[in-house]
């Protein structure tokens, strides 16, 4: 016997349409996609040759034979590069160079360290001047503080003293190194300071422990343009040392021209010998340069 329940037939219910496939975003086009390579390459390709050129040229009278007019140099000779180190005592001023440059560094970083964090972590009256007054001296060419600081070193009995060159040298570097170091500071989350404050550190703690490290690509561009640019001024070692034992790279390159005739290999060794830690240093800093100092130091 049928009920009526059974006479009842059970909807049916469609199947579910298949999903349509995700369909990818079209990638926007951007206005160089439309310029053709040539037009990118092509002037890209001049720069880089304009620009290595000069170097190959160095390269080829420092390394081919004296009187030797080849646009190759073979056989290789390094006779110029022996020259200028022995005989041209350019062993001599390397050395003044690297010990000039590397307490210039040293000197510039630690005080630009504590003028920079005063800076960016205190307020005081004359904040704004000093400021002002710091960025004004970067205006002032170091040919006009000649006359004083040679006074003033003749009368510290500093003259002929690689002393004069590097207090010359670190005096001109801090107003630069000092703002980039404090806005390198600014950038640090303060909340990092106060945390360590209440785990019980000091200030003078916090800011080593917790502080510093996150500073270190600061630290290490300000003291690299110190240090290179130390190395390549030639105007305070010219007028604060007159012995040539204690003279300096740019120095040394100025004593290889003179009137009557100029050693163009001995000249460009030179040039490459004085050229290589400034590569060097160039090379170690980019990556420092490019990178992020505080990149995950606070969650938001």
């Not at 041209?88 to 390397?94: E, K, V």
């Not at 007054?133 to 040919?143: I, R």
Request: include cysteine; proline fraction near 7%.
């Amino acid at each position: 016997m049928i009920t009526k329940d059974a006479e009842k037939v059970a909807p049916v219910t469609p199947a579910p349409a298949a999903p349509e496939p995700p369909q990818r975003p079209r990638k926007q086009q951007r206005a160089w996609d439309e310029v053709p390579r040539w037009q990118i390459y092509l002037p890209l390709s001049v720069y880089l040759v304009f620009t290595l050129v000069p170097f190959y040229w160095i390269l080829l009278f420092a390394l081919r034979k004296p009187g030797s007019t080849s646009l190759v140099p073979w056989p290789v000779t390094f006779e110029h590069f022996e020259k200028v180190w022995n005989e041209r005592s350019f062993g001599t001023y390397f050395q003044n160079s690297v010990l000039v440059g590397v307490v210039t560094l040293l000197m510039t970083t630690l005080v630009a360290l504590a003028g920079g964090y005063a800076l960016a972590r205190f307020d005081f009256k004359i904040k704004r001047g000093f400021m002002l007054a710091l960025l004004c001296s970067q205006f002032v060419p170091g040919a006009l503080l000649l006359v004083p600081l040679f006074q003033i070193f003749a009368e510290l009995r500093m003259i002929n003293s690689l002393g004069s060159v590097i207090l010359a040298e670190t005096v001109f570097q801090l107003p630069l190194s000092i703002i980039l170091i404090s806005t390198f500071i600014k950038n640090v989350p303060y909340s990092l300071e106060e945390a360590a404050w209440v785990d019980g550190c000091n200030r003078f703690t916090a800011f080593r422990v917790v502080v510093l490290p996150l500073l270190r690509p600061g630290l290490i561009a300000v003291g690299s343009f110190a240090f290179v640019h130390s190395w390549n001024h030639f105007l305070f070692a010219l007028m604060f040392l007159s012995n040539q034992e204690k003279q300096t790279i740019p120095v040394g390159l100025n004593t290889l021209l003179s009137a009557d005739s100029v050693d163009l290999g001995a000249l460009a060794a030179g040039g490459i010998i004085a050229a290589v830690p400034v590569v060097i240093v160039f090379a170690f800093i980019q990556k420092w340069l490019i990178t992020g100092f505080s990149a995950g130091a606070v969650k938001g």
